[in-house]
């Protein structure tokens, strides 16, 4: 999609890593793991088979409100909540900090009135391996 139409937009990271990151900052997922996805991506990256994304829009939920409208719908099983609210904080580190080697791409807020093409810049950064290690770099020298 992206070859054809310039952009492709998705409602979530395309490396994934944040996640099993943010899982062995808490100690729920060993540090090893982590290293070995973060290899896998790499690897991915400098084959240009992932990359990084256009731009990230990330929204910092209040606890307890999220937990107040998790409750009101019982439609839904939530059995990760807990886990996630727990993981919030190395998701927001996370995405500062990529937001500092990737230039301004990581939006704290979602834009009102839809997505804007204004708002992705030139994919200049989508396979750079020296990003990716500058940003692993900075994520293993803030580590908690």
């Known amino acids: 999609m992206e070859r054809v139409r310039g952009h492709t937009v998705c409602d979530t990271d395309p490396m994934k890593l944040h996640y099993s990151w943010s899982l062995s900052q808490i100690g729920a ?7 070995l996805q973060c290899q896998a991506s790499r690897q991915a990256i400098s084959e240009r088979k992932l990359g990084f994304a256009d731009a990230y829009f990330v929204k910092i939920i209040d606890p307890i409100k999220a937990k107040q409208q998790s409750d ?14 727990r993981l919030q904080p190395s998701l927001i580190r996370w995405y500062s900090l990529l937001n500092e080697v990737i230039g301004g791409r990581v939006h704290w807020e979602l834009p ?7 708002i992705l810049p030139p994919d200049r950064i989508r396979y750079d391996v020296a990003a990716f290690d500058s940003f692993v770099s900075l994520l293993e020298t803030s580590a908690a």
Not at 112 to 118: A, I, R
């Open 29 to 35: 997922l060993p540090k090893s793991q982590w290293d």
């Open 72 to 85: 009101a719908d019982p439609s839904r099983v939530r059995d990760r909540f807990d886990l996630h609210v």
């Open 112 to 118: 009102d009135g839809g997505l804007p093409l204004n």
